[in-house]
């Protein structure tokens, strides 16, 4: 069988773990022949693999398509930062990043104590999961927010303001209890569209 260079047939994303929120999954999709060897990096430093943290499972999906799983467990702030993954086998070698970040600014949010405003500043109560539909072309980032007045949204890419227009889509749908599931859609998803998304939830009692 002729050798082949890896590629991902399904880009790396984030899910969380639905009924354990200390651990989370880091999953991509690689093609090559002969079977490629993976490595993963946090913020340039090598990962053992083979650890209680994290641990990496390599299955076959098809023929020459493997399923990459990298589990974390006992998810903490020191786990924020550029995860990479290296796919590599003799035809060649392909990386990807992966951002994992969990900051929050509730204090620099909190209301002025003299304000009269009732209500509440937004805050996240789900962290923003990455899902893909559509074999992979569309990606969806969905996160949860508690806020009263409902919150304006702001998305960007590399601190680059995203546009709800083209193939970008955003929308935020109520829920009970003063809370919104807020979503960015991206279409047609293709090598240009990795970066560090952010997304900010603002009202007039503050902003997260």
Known sequence: MAASAPKFTKPPAIRQSPDD???????CQVQGTPKPDVTWFQNEAKLSTT???HKQTIK?????????TLEITEL?????????????????EITANVNLNFSNED????APAASSEEGTAPTFIQKPIIKQEN????????????????PDLFWSRDDVAIQDS???LI?????????????LEIDDVNASDAGKYKISAKNKLGES
Not at 60 to 68: I, K, L, M, P, S
Not at 107 to 110: E, F, I, L, R, T
Request: with cysteine; charged share 25%; glycine share 8%.
């Open 171 to 183: 929308y935020c749908d109520p829920l009970p209890n003063n809370a919104y599931v807020a979503c």
């Open 107 to 110: 204090d620099a949010a909190a």
């Open 76 to 92: 903490g702030p020191n786990d924020a930062g550029t995860y990479k993954i290296v796919v590599k086998n003799k035809a060649g």
């Open 135 to 150: 074999d992979g072309k569309r990606l969806i980032f969905e996160c949860k927010i508690a806020a009263d007045p409902k």
């Open 21 to 27: 929120s200390t651990r989370l999954y880091l999953e």
């Open 60 to 68: 076959v999906a098809t023929g020459n398509n493997y399923d990459v």
């Open 51 to 53: 650890s209680t943290k």
């Open 166 to 168: 083209g193939r970008y």
